[in-house]
């Protein structure tokens, strides 16, 4: 059983694993490849000069491995509820996690497939997106949502900080009090 299983490995889920994997979650992150942000070449990301969209991909996904995450290049194609968690199913495999995070990007359609509430997007050429809280919760108990597919602003940057801060969120729900990832300068 997973603690964070989630959608969508490009800056928000990946971001999002990063946060997870190092706070001791068990963390499974799923990707099939068809971020946006592969197309991209990166010049306002805060604190990196210019980057291509795939390089960046590929160092936050590495990022989140580098921490514990698990990363599957699969599509998850169902989830189950299963009493106090859930089952998500891809082709080759079922997985069981506590909490589920949407990163799908453009994507709702595993959303609407699972009866998540979504809505009309407000973003330049964002169709539609899930409905969330201001804490990236849906109206699914222990489903959450971050990123471009939560109707934030289609910047890496953005994203990218909205995955890490959901994720805080869900950790801080599994160790019952607010959670704060810094680490120290060694002189
Ligand atoms: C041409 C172009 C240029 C851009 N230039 C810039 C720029 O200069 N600066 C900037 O800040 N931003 C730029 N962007 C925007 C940037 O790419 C997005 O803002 C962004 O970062 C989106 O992040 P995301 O994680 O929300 O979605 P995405 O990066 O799209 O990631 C979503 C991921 O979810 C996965 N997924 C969806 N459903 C499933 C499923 N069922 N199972 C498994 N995986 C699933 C997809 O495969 C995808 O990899 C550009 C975008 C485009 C298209």
Redesign the pocket.
């Known amino acids: 059983m997973y603690d964070i299983a989630i959608?969508?490995?490009?800056?928000?889920?990946a971001s999002a694993g990063i946060f997870a994997a190092k706070a001791g979650k068990s963390t499974l992150l799923?990707?099939?490849?068809?971020?946006?942000?592969a197309?991209?070449?990166?010049?306002?990301?805060y604190g990196v000069k210019e980057i291509e969209?795939p390089e960046l991909l590929k160092k936050g996904q590495q990022q989140a491995v580098d921490f514990g995450a698990e990363l599957k290049d699969?599509?998850?194609t169902s989830i189950e509820e299963a009493g106090d968690h859930f089952v998500l199913q891809t082709e080759n495999g079922s997985f069981e996690a506590k909490h589920v995070l949407f990163?799908?990007?453009?994507?709702v359609k595993?959303a609407e497939e699972i009866g998540l509430k979504t809505k009309e997007g407000s973003e330049p050429r964002v169709a539609k997106v899930i409905e969330t809280d201001e804490n990236g919760r849906t109206d699914k108990k222990s489903i959450w949502a971050a990123?471009?597919?939560a109707g934030v602003s289609?910047?890496?940057?953005i994203?990218a900080g909205h995955g890490a801060s959901i994720a805080i969120n869900i950790i801080s729900e599994l160790e019952g009090k607010r959670y704060v990832d810094h680490d120290i300068l060694k002189k």
């Open positions: 959608i969508g490995a490009g800056p928000a889920g799923f990707d099939h490849g068809k971020s946006i942000t197309k991209a070449w990166v010049e306002n990301h969209g699969e599509e998850v990163a799908t990007g453009m994507s595993l990123g471009t597919v289609v910047h890496t940057i994203t």
